[in-house]
């Protein structure tokens, strides 16, 4: 008998067999499908109907495009909330949780941290919340932790080495935490993660990779080793990282919006993309093997931006699994899984640009050899979530054109009958883009432990969608501005990531804001002038960039607590803290550097990670 027919017998409860995967995403392309074909009758009755001209022929095409996404990620959603209300796990639509009675045993695991210039305070944090959370499960022995430095500068790998010896010291012994520091960045995150695992890979079947700002509760992580015992097919399993630990306005916001909609939009991903799932680099565990044989990432042809390192590589390394036939799975039943963020938009954006580089970059890998439909699907759609920026400036744009040189605008007719197609198609628009925020809020009240918390969740929910409303049309033009410079030939970059809390003073936040706010204005006032009665439509789009550098500084600071409730998470005590760490640091003196010791890594068992071809044409 196979390992896989032992597992299937053993440990049936926690195998992932999907059945009837061609059904859902045919269900999946009728709903979306069936809903865009309503959105287009209604841009075709806008319009007046056919013959149409070059000018509405851009028009439907671009409408196509965005309401089709915008349509796969309502429905996406959708069906993740139903099943979450149903209790049936996405993957095998069975019970959302499996039965302990048949788990699998453990088995050996590294839970590495890649860290490039980190703040160390946080690091520590993270890693000490995370060990006593496994140490209290009584199962941490099957565990070695890891912190693969990549930092430059020997001041920092001394505060990294100084704090991991501190860490074992006021840990315990039974905490197994290594320090690496390699000699340089090469290959970023991918080449520190495949250098671990060329040297010492072997040591482990597992590793559960994290970010320097992750922290996951022990019972998820058994969790997760658990099924991946019982899967051998699978080559990566994902949770859903909550963000966490934040106290400014936006990121209190973020963490509130993340706690009510990602659980139910990961849901619904695993609900079709089944196996052949993205992965997000890290708080997810990989079969070491599988991602040593397969994973091997080699640089793009050609210069950055669109060549060189991929930036969003995870998503690559999910496809390279997928094309030698491994599973990659998001298991959103698992909880306790977290991360941290930037506390204010400017260092926000900074992550944003590195992630539309690198979804511009997957583009280029569409035409490729090898690649299953579903994962060339998931690139187009990660490009389109930057793409579609511009697309809907253009769009925004011809229709203010119309309405303000056409001397019978289409728009302004149809606008001015309340039963208007226009006035419907709009009204459909809206309930697309954010019905899914209003379900997921309907559902988290419907669980809140008392109405008082309820009452606070109401009023956090609907600031956060207000929020949301602001911050749209202020993403749709900076992600345009992004894609224009990548597409002419200027890299992101790839900085180390702020995640502490960093207050924008009011005037850098005029300074960086001012340009934005002044050009809406002066559209505003173009159109009041030229057009007054289009103005109320148009004036969704311009309020958010009009108040960017109020939104800059204001969400930069602490959210009053009446604002923005904790998340359900938090409001549980779910997410696990350092307090005991906390405690020893105010009441003990940090011992002197040469008191402290931490221990060398594991003897070597060299084995080469090759890197995978990606059949991507060499530019001219």
């Not at 565990?143 to 100084?162: I, K, N, V």
């Not at 640089?299 to 060189?308: D, F, H, I, K, V």
């Not at 969740?457 to 992004?482: D, I, K, N, Q, W």
């Not at 960093?502 to 173009?526: D, H, I, N, S, Y």
């Amino acid at each position: 008998m196979t390992w896989e027919q032992r597992t299937n017998l053993e440990y049936s409860s926690w195998r992932l067999n999907a059945p009837a995967v061609a059904g859902r995403r045919l269900l999946l392309a009728a709903l979306v499908l069936g809903t865009t074909a309503i959105g287009l009758h209604g841009i075709g009755s806008v319009l007046g109907g056919a013959p149409f001209g070059l000018a509405e022929w851009l028009i439907i095409g671009l409408f196509t495009v965005l309401f089709s996404t915008t349509c796969l990620w309502f429905w996406t959603t959708t069906i993740g909330i139903l099943l979450r209300l149903l209790g049936r796990h996405p993957v095998d639509l069975g019970r959302w949780h499996p039965d302990p009675a048949d788990a699998p045993p453990l088995a050996a695991t590294a839970i590495v941290m890649p860290a490039y210039n980190e703040d160390m305070d946080g690091v520590a944090n993270c890693i000490a919340a995370t060990w006593r959370s496994l140490e209290a499960t009584g199962e941490s022995g099957h565990f070695d932790f890891y912190l693969l430095s990549d930092s430059g500068d020997e001041d920092r790998r001394a505060t990294e080495r100084q704090t991991v010896a501190a860490l074992r010291q006021r840990l315990g012994p039974g905490l197994r935490l290594y320090y690496r520091a390699r000699d340089t960045n090469e290959g970023r995150k991918p080449g520190n993660i495949r250098d671990f695992c060329e040297r010492w890979g072997d040591h482990y079947d597992y590793m559960i990779i994290f970010d320097a700002d992750s922290r996951m509760t022990g019972e998820s992580m058994i969790t997760l080793v658990r099924r991946m015992q019982a899967n051998p097919q699978a080559g990566i399993l994902q949770t859903v990282p909550l963000p966490v630990g934040q106290r400014s306005l936006l990121g209190r916001l973020q963490q509130l919006a993340a706690s009510l909609s990602a659980p139910s939009i990961a849901t619904g991903l695993a609900f079709w993309q089944v196996s052949h799932t993205n992965y997000w680099g890290h708080n997810a565990i990989v079969r070491i093997r599988d991602f040593r044989d397969c994973c091997g990432l080699p640089p793009l042809p050609g210069e950055a931006p669109l060549g060189g390192d991929i930036m969003s590589h995870d998503y690559v390394e999910a496809g390279l699994m997928h094309r030698h036939g491994r599973g990659v799975y998001v298991l959103p039943e698992i909880e306790g899984s977290f991360e941290g963020m930037p506390g204010n938009l400017i260092d926000d954006l900074k992550r944003e640009r590195r992630w539309c580089q690198g979804n511009l970059q997957h583009l280029r890998l569409l035409p490729g050899r090898g690649w299953p439909l579903i994962t060339r699907f998931n690139y187009l759609v990660g490009g389109l979530a930057y793409v579609n920026a511009p697309l809907w400036m253009l769009l925004v744009s011809v229709a203010a054109v119309d309405a303000m040189i056409m001397p019978e605008s289409t728009w302004l007719g149809a606008m001015a009958d309340p039963s208007s197609a226009a006035v419907w198609l709009i009204a459909l628009t809206v309930f697309v883009l954010f019905a899914p925020k209003v379900f997921n809020l309907g559902v988290a009240l419907s669980t809140a432990r008392s109405p008082g918390y309820a009452l606070r969740l109401l009023g956090g929910g609907l600031t956060e969608l207000v929020f949301s409303v602001l911050r749209a049309p202020v993403m749709m033009l900076l992600y345009s501005v992004y894609v224009g410079r990548i597409l002419r030939g200027r890299p992101a970059g790839w900085s180390p990531q702020l995640r502490g809390r960093r207050t924008v003073p009011p005037g850098l936040a005029w300074r960086l804001g001012a340009p934005m706010a002044a050009g809406a204005l002066a559209v505003a006032a173009v159109v009041a002038i030229t057009e007054p009665a289009f103005l109320p439509w148009l004036s969704p789009v311009l309020l958010g960039p009009m108040l960017y550098p109020l939104i800059l500084d204001l969400t930069s600071r602490v959210a009053p607590a009446w604002l923005v409730p904790s998340t359900p998470e938090e409001d549980a005590g779910r997410v696990p803290m350092n307090r005991r760490v906390r405690e020893q640091r105010r009441h003990h003196a940090t011992p002197e550097p040469q008191a402290l010791s931490y221990a060398e890594v594991p003897a070597e068992r060299f084995r080469p990670m090759p890197l995978q071809p990606l059949s991507v044409p060499t530019p001219a």
